[in-house]
């Protein structure tokens, strides 16, 4: 089906042998000094392995000074090359291409990650950044002109098939190129001839060290998505302009850290949803264009060029979620696909905090050496207890290890609390997931025993080697006056369709779970309250997720109590509530939905420990948390069997 994602394009003198491309991603998998990692190295050679044509590095440091994220590749000196070699090496060992990403953050910067005072073409801070940033100086602006060519030179040298200069996102050069954040009125600022010359001279400092020959891609924002900012057909005149300076190809994206949520979209934003903005770059230039954004699937990322919108659709967390993704689709295998569902919970929230990124659905990643799968050395018996994710990663990689395995669930269906997860709007590719483990599962031949709860009589009478505990969790239901009246139900119980609530409905707790039970009822044409005992609702949200939550309760004028906590539940159907010290009575409703949290279920452990040499105890059965840890205890659990 795929007519298109196979078909070699060139990108100046190189050739990609196809159109599938690695989007460049901050990581985290650097040391402080730039130098490349050993994990960074592993990472980006699985995907070369897993058939990608061409990988785009993480934006690469030009200058210690110059950067956002404090471990992040840099190529500033000479003596970063060798590490960089070896990466390179390694890539093209799989017939993959590699760029990277030569970047300065320019106010999107602070002191904290970079520690000096940020710069600018104008002492105008982020608006989400805030660090009041100093205005460069024309020579200060030759000079990182020229720290631009000399890192190019160095990737060169590393053996880099080409680089992409960062001039999207609200960085440096994008700076320099819009007048949301360029208010100079001398040779860098006034009118765009004067905003670009900035960019124009960049290309020609990588040109003059580079020569013609080596690939010059830039990453731009067709739409910078904030009030003041660039649109596309400014953006239209500027990539003809880049074409004429000598860029090989262009990346088309969108946004600054004022719009984060357009460069990371989460699930309530579709699929490809930003090909149009590269059909419209595409209707001025000849060089190749590239589009992005939330392209998870490659019969999208084809359908994309087949209707002439891009050339190719790169795809960034398509490739955390599944390094081997164009292997699998080019053998046809599309069931075996583990496909993003842009939780965001793995990449850029662990990215927000500094942390290495992860992907809850795929626990290798930035792990490939240290998680890798090996046969075990003796076959053993090996049983799950619970068919929730936790459980069936547990099952899939002791199977995939050659251990005989079997799976015991006690309700009808398997999938557990991500199941649920899946029911609000926006969420349902979570369920893509549960599909790629239950075929997993079904490939590695795994036993699956449904309405079966594993019991000690089960495990004294056949005798397995190893019990894996994945019981999950039950909603966390409060002791308190009234919560037993037949009106009032769990959130798990509203999600699974067992209570068809009334119109007016008090949701208790404003947290991952109370708000998106509230977007469910929105959706449904209910009425619903929120009762959250903390500051804010939805804290536990990916920021990004978060905004789209939010503006639906402000959209439905959703009423929202903060601090404030139940007390009592009236037989009338009203509430009352505590708020800063006061009892409030509210209602009446006709349903009381109660999602405060889960506790974990886990009766089998102590039971175990006397008869099975091997117990371990995975996901929400050792405390409720989210997927993340959940999939990858599971994982490693199987590891350790």
Not at 134 to 155: H, M, N, Q, Y
Not at 367 to 376: G, H, I, K
Not at 541 to 552: H, Y
Not at 622 to 635: K, P
Request: charged fraction near 25%; aromatic fraction near 8%.
């Amino acid at each position: 089906m795929l007519k298109n994602m196979f078909t070699p394009i060139k990108i100046g003198n190189i050739e990609i042998k196809n159109r599938f491309i690695v989007a460049p991603m901050a990581t985290n998998y650097c040391p402080g000094d730039g130098t490349a990692s050993e994990t960074f190295i592993a990472y980006h050679e699985a995907k070369a392995k897993g058939g990608w044509g061409l990988i785009i590095a993480e934006n690469c440091a030009i200058d210690p000074k110059g950067k956002a994220y404090p471990f992040i590749p840099g190529l500033w000196e000479d003596s970063q090359i060798e590490g960089y070699s070896e990466l390179t090496k390694r890539v093209h060992a799989h017939g993959a291409k590699i760029f990277t990403q030569p970047y300065h953050p320019g106010r999107q910067a602070s002191r904290k990650t970079a520690g000096v005072q940020p710069v600018a073409p104008t002492a105008i801070p982020c608006p989400v950044m805030l660090d009041m940033p100093r205005e460069l100086s024309i020579p200060e602006i030759k000079e990182i002109i020229e720290k631009f060519g000399d890192c190019a030179l160095r990737a060169k040298k590393a053996g880099f098939d080409g680089v992409e200069i960062h001039g999207g996102h609200g960085y440096l050069v994008s700076q320099f190129m819009s007048s949301y954040a360029n208010k100079r009125f001398d040779i860098y600022g006034g009118n765009l001839t004067n905003r670009m010359r900035f960019a124009r001279e960049l290309v020609e400092n990588i040109r003059e060290k580079c020569g013609e020959s080596f690939p010059i891609q830039f990453r731009i924002s067709a739409d910078e998505a904030v009030p003041g900012g660039r649109t596309i057909e400014e953006t239209k005149v500027i990539a003809k302009m880049l074409e004429d300076a000598g860029v090989s190809s262009l990346d088309v994206s969108v946004g600054v850290y004022a719009s984060w949520y357009t460069q990371v979209p989460p699930s309530a934003i579709g699929p490809g949803w930003l090909s149009d903005y590269a059909a419209e770059i595409k209707k001025v230039v000849k060089i190749p264009v590239f589009t992005v954004g939330r392209v998870n699937d490659p019969l999208i990322a084809d359908s994309i060029i087949e209707s002439g919108k891009a050339d190719a659709a790169i795809m960034g967390r398509a490739s955390l979620a599944d390094p081997e993704l164009p292997n699998k689709a080019k053998e046809g295998k599309y069931e075996e696909i583990i496909t993003c569902t842009a939780c965001l919970l793995g990449c850029t929230t662990r990215l927000d905090k500094h942390l290495p990124i992860r992907c809850i659905l795929n626990p290798k990643t930035g792990r490939e050496n240290e998680f890798a799968v090996t046969p075990a050395i003796h076959r053993k018996k090996v049983f799950i207890a619970g068919g929730g994710p936790a459980g069936m990663e547990a099952a899939i990689v002791a199977a995939q290890r050659g251990h005989d395995v079997t799976l015991f669930e006690k309700g009808k269906r398997l999938g557990g609390q991500f199941y649920l997860a899946s029911i609000p709007p926006w969420k349902g590719e979570i369920s893509t997931f549960l599909a790629w483990q239950t075929h997993a599962m079904e490939k590695q031949g795994v036993e699956v025993k449904l309405e079966t709860e594993l019991t000690v009589d089960i495990v004294s009478s056949e005798k397995p080697d190893a019990v894996i505990i994945a019981t999950g969790s039950v909603p966390a239901i409060p002791n308190l006056p009234g919560i037993d009246r037949e009106f009032v139900i769990d959130a798990c119980a509203l999600l699974e369709g067992k209570v068809n609530v009334g119109k007016i409905v008090a949701v208790i707790g404003g947290g991952m779970i109370g708000s998106e039970v509230t977007h469910f009822l929105v959706h449904h044409s209910k009425k619903p309250v929120i009762i959250e005992a903390l500051e804010e609702v939805a804290k536990e949200e990916p920021n990004n997720m978060k905004r789209f939550l939010l503006q639906v309760f402000k959209d439905n004028d959703v009423p929202i109590y903060v601090h404030s906590t139940l007390k009592e539940i009236h037989a009338d159907g009203t509430i009352d509530v505590m708020q800063n010290g006061e009892i409030k009575t509210l209602g009446a409703f006709d349903n009381v939905v109660i999602a405060v949290g889960m506790k974990s279920v886990n009766t089998l452990e102590k039971k175990l420990e006397k008869i099975v040499d091997e117990v371990y105890v995975v996901g929400d059965a050792c405390s409720a948390r989210q997927a993340l840890e959940a999939i990858e205890e599971g994982y490693q659990a199987a590891l350790n069997v």
